[in-house]
């Protein structure tokens, strides 16, 4: 090959195109429209995870909430078969069926993990008590917890409610 057919050759290697040539506004607009699509895509994504969470939230509190709704219908029925009270063997048996709702209501409570902070016979604790009052308790341990006024609850190791109570001098 001569040196002229080598000149020629790079010659044609060095020249791009038209078609791929662009330019510098070119290129800056290509730019700002793919960053433009990227930015509506994040807030597309944005839009759709806070609608995900709402409908989790809501799942979440649905389920919840036909947990307690056997119980609601049972404590309607109970009402509704309420004895007369002449009858002592028939409130008996009533307050039987009240006491199984109880269960029930407790049981619901455990499958959404809270429990009830125990109290009477317990010392005073200010992270899981309230204490309303005070009574002298011959026998008794100083702060003492002697009565429930309101019962207390906690998930977990949070405490969703203190327990209203009164203890000893």
């Known amino acids: 090959m001569s040196d002229e057919q080598k000149k020629e050759e790079k010659d044609e290697g060095d020249k791009k195109p038209a078609a791929e040539e662009k330019t510098a506004e070119q290129l800056s607009e290509d730019y700002l429209s793919n960053w433009k699509r990227a930015l509506a895509d994040y807030d597309n994504l944005k839009r759709e995870t806070t609608k995900e969470k709402a409908e989790m939230a809501q799942f979440a509190q649905a389920m919840s909430a036909m947990n307690f709704i056997g119980v609601y219908d049972n404590y309607k029925k109970a009402l509704a078969h309420r004895p007369n009270t002449a009858d002592s063997k028939a409130v008996e048996q009533w307050l039987v069926g009240v006491e199984c709702i109880k269960k029930q209501f407790v049981e619901t409570l455990k499958q959404l993990g809270i429990e009830e902070i ?8 200010p992270a899981l008590h309230e204490a309303v009052g005070e009574e002298t308790l011959e026998g008794g341990g ?25 203890v000893s001098k």
Do not use: N, Q
């Not at 125990?118 to 604790?125: A, H, L, R």
């Not at 009565?147 to 969703?160: A, D, N, R, S």
């Open 118 to 125: 125990k109290t009477v016979g317990e010392k005073f604790d």
């Open 142 to 166: 100083e702060s003492e917890i002697v009565k429930e006024i309101e019962g207390g609850y906690k998930m977990g190791e949070k405490v969703i409610k203190a327990a209203k109570v009164i």
